[in-house]
Nanobody, 123 residues
Framework: QVQLVESGGGLVQAGESLTLSCTASGRIFSIHAMGWYRQAPGKQRELVASKANVGITNYADSVKGRFTISRDYAKNTVYLQMNSLKPEDTAVYYC?????????????????WGQGTQVTVSS
């Protein structure tokens, strides 16, 4: 079907920056939106940022002004530039893609998830 591969996580100090990337591959017909979610220990998964094909971009209030989401449509890739990182940004970050894909002789639409990448921000 569709596979998402993430990269770019790591350990940084507060105030530093990281860039995450995620590339989708497989039986993709079209990608309607891509985004990033995160899940901290003991907490629910939450939306960080998303960007739809029509240009609609959403950010969590907690990251507005610090994080920037962008897409390379030709490469089926989404990026998350994270600046001024805080310890509370520590979480596993997951890539998400809303795709139409080929299934046999038909098309289907579904959401897919990456395996997650750890971001740890020390104080």
């Amino acid at each position: 079907q569709v596979q998402l591969v993430e990269s770019g996580g790591g350990l940084v100090q507060a105030g530093e920056s990281l860039t995450l990337s995620c590339t989708a591959s497989g039986r993709i017909f079209s990608i309607h939106a891509m985004g990033w979610y995160r899940q901290a220990p003991g907490k629910q998964r939450e939306l960080v940022a998303s960007k739809a094909n029509v240009g609609i971009t959403n950010y969590a209030d907690s990251v507005k002004g610090r994080f920037t989401i962008s897409r390379d449509y030709a490469k089926n890739t989404v990026y998350l530039q994270m600046n001024s990182l805080k310890p509370e940004d520590t979480a596993v970050y997951y890539c998400n893609a809303d795709c139409t894909f080929t299934s046999g002789s038909s098309y289907r639409r579904d959401a897919f998830w990456g395996q997650g990448t750890q971001v740890t921000v020390s104080s």
